[in-house]
T-cell receptor, first 115, second 112 residues
Framework: DTGVSQNPRHKITKRGQNVTFRCDPISEHNRLYWYRQTLGQGPEFLTYFQNEAQLEKSRLLSDRFSAERPKGSFSTLEIQRTEQGDSAMYLC?????????????FGPGTRLTVL | AQTVTQSQPEMSVQEAETVTLSCTYDTSESDYYLFWYKQPPSRQMILVIRQEAYKQQNATENRFSVNFQKAAKSFSLKISDSQLGDAAMYFCAPGSNYKLTFGKGTLLTVNP
């Protein structure tokens, strides 16, 4: 499978705990994106990386959220001191360089439930 | 900033028939792209079709085509010869500067 992969697929945690999600983009895709999707809504942009550089962060990304892409390959999204409002599907996407640089391919997502 | 309106929360179509999903958007960007994605129940987001805003020619991908009206900021998706596998939530998503803005989606049901 050469698509975008995300782990874990599901995460249940208690309020106040920290969680970390991982995203592996399509091989050789240099841009990587994180989105959040709540029930009944479309995804909302959180942040994106070009190689290892984080180029844009949404205002939705509070101080409790941090994303990294240390070697320009996989990325992690960490949420500290989780709140019930953080419950959502967290989607990762990647895009290639060149003519299709704007075209994002999504992974299956990580569903977070905060109790 | 971009805003997206999908005015049809739900649509249904008979198998083999044609259906059109509507989308309007607002943007201050001069350089942008437009996408339709489908999200089947409990499955991942799949790219359906891509349109470059600077091109007047409407994009087509097999049974899927768009009607792009740039001045009206309208970007509708037509699905021809609908199949049971087309049942999904469909999202319209304009994008600029590598950031997509999604509408709330249209849930498409395909009746056999």
């Amino acid at each position: 499978d050469t698509g975008v992969s995300q782990n874990p697929r599901h995460k249940i945690t208690k309020r106040g705990q920290n969680v970390t999600f991982r995203c592996d983009p399509i091989s050789e895709h240099n841009r990587l994106y994180w989105y959040r999707q709540t029930l009944g809504q479309g995804p909302e942009f959180l942040t994106y990386f070009q190689n290892e550089a984080q180029l844009e962060k949404s205002r939705l990304l509070s101080d409790r959220f941090s994303a990294e892409r240390p070697k320009g390959s996989f990325s992690t999204l960490e949420i500290q001191r989780t709140e019930q409002g953080d419950s959502a599907m967290y989607l990762c996407a990647s895009s290639p360089s060149g003519r299709l640089a704007d075209t994002q391919y999504f992974g299956p997502g990580t569903r977070l439930t905060v109790l | 900033a971009q805003t997206v309106t999908q005015s049809q929360p739900e649509m249904s179509v008979q198998e083999a028939e044609t259906v059109t999903l509507s989308c309007t958007y607002d943007t201050s960007e001069s350089d942008y792209y437009l996408f339709w994605y489908k999200q089947p129940p409990s499955r991942q987001m799949i790219l359906v079709i891509r349109q470059e805003a600077y091109k007047q020619q409407n994009a087509t991908e097999n049974r899927f085509s768009v009607n792009f009206q740039k001045a009206a900021k309208s970007f509708s998706l037509k699905i021809s010869d609908s199949q049971l596998g087309d049942a999904a939530m469909y999202f319209c998503a304009p994008g600029s500067n590598y950031k997509l803005t999604f509408g709330k989606g249209t849930l498409l049901t395909v009746n056999p």
